[in-house]
């Protein structure tokens, strides 16, 4: 299973963009990359899940680069409520394997 | 359509007593998973069930850890003889069938308390 690394901890303000990049530099062919947010005493909520390009929802955009070594998620404009912890998974089709995380902290 | 319900939230047991907790996954969805977390950590795979099988079982202690997901009732996750060290929030998640990517929804989990 592909191994993922992420920032520790990010700091940001209300309204600004905020960007996680997640390197997966093992990542295997068919694997997909899907990440979830996580509040404090409550379980994972799925956001976006890719494979390559581009995919953007209502809340988020995630960017693969062709290589697919690594990707990044984009949160446009956070507020106080995106505080959270953000998990970037590869691959683990039945078995999803969770790192730390990053935490981010939005301020007024 | 209601989603992964896990009772109960909190439970606390003395050392050497049993803990169940109980899941019941999203309508429609055949695939259960248990996960534990620690403070401050990720969450760690445990079991991957299917109506009355268990699929894999990798991440599941040896000894006092059990797990079932029955034809008929939620999934249950069973303790026994409890240690502090089992103190943690326990999570189930539920796909449907044959999901692409394998999407997992959360339930709010349930946190064991040993004392």
């Known amino acids: 299973l592909a191994k993922t690394t992420q920032p520790i901890s990010m700091d940001s303000y209300e309204g600004q963009e905020v960007n996680i990049t997640c390197s997966h530099n093992?990542?295997?062919?068919?694997?997909?990359i899907t990440w979830y947010q996580q509040f404090p005493s409550q379980g994972p909520r799925f956001i976006i899940q890719?494979?390559?390009t581009k995919v953007t929802n209502e809340v988020a955009s995630l960017f693969i680069p062709a290589d697919r070594k690594s990707s990044t998620l984009s949160l446009p404009r956070v507020s106080l409520s995106d505080t959270a912890v953000y998990y970037c998974?590869?691959?683990?089709?039945?078995?999803?394997?969770f790192g730390a995380g990053t935490r981010l902290a939005v301020h007024p | 359509n209601a989603g992964v319900m896990q009772n109960p939230r909190h439970l606390v047991r003395r050392r050497g007593q049993e803990a169940r907790l109980r899941c019941s996954p999203m309508?429609?969805?055949?695939?259960v998973y248990w996960y534990r977390q620690l403070p401050e950590e990720g969450l760690k795979f445990m079991v991957y069930?299917?109506?009355?099988?268990?699929?894999?079982e990798s991440g599941m202690p040896k000894e006092r850890f059990s797990a079932e997901f029955p034809k008929e009732g939620p999934s249950i996750l069973r303790i026994q003889q409890v240690v502090r060290g089992d103190s943690a929030a326990y999570f189930c998640?539920?796909?449907?069938?044959?999901?692409?990517?394998?999407?997992?929804?959360f339930g709010a989990g349930t946190r064991l308390s040993v004392l």
């Open positions: 069930l299917q109506k009355e099988n268990i699929i894999d």
């Open positions: 998974l590869v691959g683990g089709y039945n078995k999803l394997i």
């Open positions: 093992n990542i295997a062919t068919n694997d997909y």
């Open positions: 309508k429609g969805h055949s695939h």
């Open positions: 890719g494979y390559k």
């Open positions: 998640a539920s796909s449907p069938a044959g999901d692409s990517g394998n999407i997992q929804y």
